[in-house]
C-alpha cells in the first residue's frame, strides 16, 4: 500500500499539486486519470521520489518515503518497478541486458540464475526471440512489454506505469493493459497507473483517481466512473465525439 | 547569478558523479568501453591534426627564420618546444573538446530526454556516478597517451616537411629536437592534458545531464558543452602556465 498525505508540489511560483491524499492499495489498478497538464507525471514522479514534495509525504507500507535517507531510498527503490511512458530501455543494450541489468546491479544472483530469472521475464510478458535485439529494432508494443519484464525483474512491490499504452495502438495497448493487470493479480504487486486512456480505466481500473488542475477531484471504481455526477470528470470522460454519442442518457 | 547557479549544480553532480559505482564488475566493463570511445576512437583524428600541425609548424619557422644568423637547427628546436608546451596538449584538447565533449553531452542528454537516467534513478542506481565516472576515468586514462602521441607524430610530421621540401637538413632538424630539452616540460604537458581532460569530460556532462526539452535540446547542450569545454580549457592553461612555468 502506497499514501499520499497532504501532499504539494510547486515549481517556482506556481502550485501543480494541491493537497492530494491517495491511497494506492495492494493488489489492484489504482489509477491516475486527468487531462494533459493536470499534475498526473508530476504526482507519479513525486510518488517515486524523482521530484522532491514542497510539503506533504508519501508512505510505502507504513515507512515514511520522505523523511528516508538516501541510503534507505536506495533500499526502498530495489522495491519498485516502473514502466515509462516511452519505454526508457537502455538504447545502447539489446533487450537482454536491459532485463538483466537491475539483477546484475542488485539481485547477488549467480550468472546463470539472473540468466533463468530475465528469460522468465521475457517469456512472462510474451517476448520470445529478441534478446540480441537492441530497443530501436522493436515496435513500441514490445518496447513496453521489455519495459515490463524490467520493472518485474526484481520482483517489485510496487510498480508504477506512466501512460503504458500512449503511442500504441488500441489493440497492442488493451494488451498491455491487459498484461499490467495480470501481473499486479499474480504477485500482488500496489500498481499505481497513469492514464488518460478511457478503455483502460473502464476495463482495468480498481480505483480510479482523477486529478483536476493539480487537485484530487474524483475517486472511485470503474463501476462508479461512468456514473459519476461530477461535473469536470463529465467533462473530462466525455470530451470526444465518439463517447458524447454513447453517452447513457 | 545564472553562473554561481550553474557552478553550484556542476559541484553538487561532481560530487554525486564520484560516489562509489554500484557494481564493480560493471563499472569495469563500462571503463573499458568508454576508453574504448574516447581514446581509441579519437586516435586517428589525433595522428591526422597532430602531423599537419607538426609539417605547417616547419613550414611557417622556416619561412620566418631566413635571418643566416640565425642557426638552422633553432626549427627543429622551435617546433619541438611549440609542440610539447602548447599545441599538443592545448590544440589537441580543443579540437577533443569537440569531438569528445559533443559527443558525450548529446550521449547523457538522449538519455535524459528519453528517461533513461530516471529508470537508473527508480532503480537505486547513482546514475551520475554510472554514466558521469567511468567517462571521467577512461579520459583521464587515455588523454595523456593521446597528447603523447600527438607529440611524436607532430614531430615526425615536421620532419617529414623539413627534409622533403628542404627546409633544414635532417642532422639540423634532429640536433634542435635534442638541444635543451628539460624531461619537466612534458611533465608541465601532461599535467595541463589531465586538467583538460577531467574539464571536458565534467563540463560536457553537466550539460548533457541537465538538459531538459526535446532533440533541439539536446542540439542545443551539445554546444554548450563545446563551448564551455573551450573557454574551460584557455583559463585553465593561463592559470596552470602560470602557477608551473613562472
Known amino acids: 500500500m502506497i499514501e499520499a498525505?497532504?501532499?504539494?508540489?510547486?515549481?517556482?511560483?506556481?502550485?501543480?499539486?494541491?493537497?492530494?491524499?491517495?491511497?494506492?492499495?495492494?493488489g489492484k489498478i489504482n489509477q491516475i486519470i486527468g487531462q494533459s497538464g493536470s499534475g498526473k507525471t508530476v504526482l507519479i514522479k513525486c510518488l517515486v521520489g524523482l521530484l522532491e514534495l514542497t510539503s506533504g509525504s508519501v508512505i510505502y507500507d507504513n515507512r515514511n518515503f520522505t523523511t528516508m535517507n538516501s541510503k534507505q531510498k536506495k533500499e526502498l527503490r530495489k522495491e519498485i518497478g516502473m514502466v515509462f511512458q516511452g519505454?526508457?530501455?537502455?538504447?545502447?543494450?539489446?533487450?537482454?541486458?536491459?532485463?538483466?541489468?537491475?539483477?546484475?546491479?542488485?539481485?547477488?544472483?549467480?550468472?546463470?540464475?539472473?540468466?533463468?530469472?530475465?528469460?522468465?521475464?521475457?517469456?512472462?510478458?510474451?517476448?520470445?526471440?529478441?534478446?540480441?535485439?537492441?530497443?530501436?529494432?522493436?515496435?513500441?508494443?514490445?518496447?513496453?512489454?521489455?519495459?515490463?519484464?524490467?520493472?518485474?525483474?526484481?520482483?517489485?512491490?510496487?510498480?508504477?506505469?506512466?501512460?503504458?499504452?500512449?503511442?500504441?495502438?488500441?489493440?497492442?495497448g488493451v494488451k498491455i493493459d491487459e498484461l499490467i493487470e495480470e501481473i499486479t493479480r499474480e504477485y500482488q504487486i500496489t500498481t499505481v497507473?497513469?492514464?488518460?486512456?478511457?478503455?483502460?480505466?473502464?476495463?482495468?481500473?480498481?480505483?480510479?483517481?482523477?486529478?483536476?488542475?493539480?487537485?484530487?477531484?474524483?475517486?472511485?471504481?470503474?463501476?462508479?466512473?461512468?456514473?459519476?455526477?461530477?461535473?469536470?470528470?463529465k467533462q473530462f470522460i466525455y470530451s470526444t465525439e465518439l463517447l458524447k454519442r454513447v453517452k447513457p442518457v | 547569478m545564472r553562473f554561481f547557479t550553474n557552478?553550484?549544480?556542476?559541484?553538487?553532480?561532481?560530487?554525486?558523479?564520484?560516489?562509489?559505482?554500484?557494481?564493480?564488475?560493471?563499472?569495469?566493463?563500462?571503463?573499458?568501453?568508454?576508453?574504448?570511445?574516447?581514446?581509441?576512437?579519437?586516435?586517428?583524428?589525433?595522428?591526422?591534426?597532430?602531423?599537419?600541425?607538426?609539417?605547417?609548424?616547419?613550414?611557417?619557422?622556416?619561412?620566418?627564420?631566413?635571418?643566416?644568423?640565425?642557426?638552422?637547427?633553432?626549427i627543429g628546436n622551435g617546433v619541438r618546444e611549440s609542440l610539447i608546451l602548447e599545441f599538443s596538449p592545448t590544440i589537441v584538447s580543443l579540437i577533443l573538446a569537440g569531438k569528445i565533449g559533443s559527443s558525450i553531452s548529446s550521449q547523457i542528454g538522449s538519455m535524459r530526454v528519453t528517461e533513461q537516467i530516471d529508470a537508473l534513478e527508480i532503480m537505486g542506481v547513482n546514475s551520475a556516478s554510472h554514466i558521469i565516472l567511468p567517462k571521467i576515468i577512461a579520459a583521464l586514462i587515455s588523454f595523456p597517451f593521446l597528447i603523447t602521441i600527438s607529440m611524436i607524430t607532430g614531430m615526425l610530421g615536421g620532419y617529414a616537411a623539413a627534409v622533403i621540401w628542404h627546409i633544414v637538413s635532417s642532422?639540423?632538424?634532429?640536433?634542435?629536437?635534442?638541444?635543451?630539452?628539460?624531461?619537466?616540460?612534458?611533465?608541465?604537458?601532461?599535467?595541463?592534458?589531465?586538467?583538460?581532460?577531467?574539464?571536458?569530460?565534467?563540463?560536457?556532462?553537466?550539460?548533457?545531464?541537465?538538459?531538459?526539452?526535446?532533440a533541439l535540446a539536446v542540439g542545443k547542450s551539445s554546444t554548450k558543452a563545446v563551448v564551455y569545454s573551450s573557454i574551460a580549457i584557455l583559463l585553465a592553461n593561463v592559470l596552470i602556465t602560470k602557477l608551473i612555468l613562472i
Not at chain 2, 568501453?33 to 619557422?61: K, R, W, Y
Open chain 1, 5 to 26: 498525505r497532504s501532499l504539494y508540489k510547486s515549481f517556482e511560483d506556481k502550485d501543480i499539486l494541491k493537497d492530494i491524499n491517495i491511497v494506492f492499495e495492494r
Open chain 1, 87 to 172: 519505454g526508457a530501455l537502455f538504447d545502447s543494450m539489446s533487450v537482454l541486458d536491459n532485463v538483466l541489468f537491475p539483477l546484475q546491479m542488485f539481485s547477488g544472483m549467480s550468472k546463470a540464475e539472473m540468466m533463468k530469472r530475465a528469460e522468465f521475464c521475457l517469456d512472462r510478458v510474451q517476448l520470445h526471440g529478441v534478446n540480441d535485439n537492441m530497443p530501436d529494432e522493436l515496435s513500441g508494443g514490445m518496447q513496453k512489454r521489455v519495459s515490463i519484464a524490467r520493472a518485474i525483474a526484481l520482483n517489485p512491490k510496487y510498480l508504477f506505469c506512466d501512460e503504458p499504452n500512449s503511442g500504441l495502438d488500441p489493440r497492442t
Open chain 1, 193 to 233: 497507473v497513469n492514464t488518460h486512456d478511457m478503455n483502460s480505466v473502464i476495463q482495468h481500473g480498481d480505483k480510479i483517481n482523477f486529478i483536476s488542475e493539480g487537485r484530487l477531484e474524483w475517486q472511485g471504481t470503474k463501476e462508479e466512473f461512468l456514473s459519476s455526477e461530477n461535473e469536470k470528470l
Open chain 2, 7 to 74: 557552478f553550484g549544480r556542476y559541484l553538487i553532480l561532481m560530487y554525486k558523479a564520484f560516489g562509489r559505482p554500484q557494481s564493480g564488475k560493471y563499472f569495469r566493463k563500462q571503463l573499458v568501453e568508454e576508453i574504448s570511445l574516447i581514446g581509441l576512437n579519437s586516435l586517428g583524428i589525433v595522428l591526422i591534426i597532430s602531423t599537419f600541425m607538426g609539417a605547417v609548424l616547419v613550414i611557417q619557422a622556416g619561412y620566418n627564420l631566413e635571418n643566416p644568423l640565425i642557426p638552422r637547427f633553432t
Open chain 2, 171 to 214: 642532422n639540423d632538424f634532429i640536433l634542435g629536437m635534442h638541444l635543451y630539452f628539460y624531461p619537466f616540460e612534458i611533465a608541465y604537458a601532461l599535467i595541463k592534458t589531465v586538467v583538460f581532460a577531467f574539464l571536458i569530460v565534467t563540463i560536457s556532462s553537466f550539460w548533457g545531464y541537465y538538459v531538459k526539452g526535446g
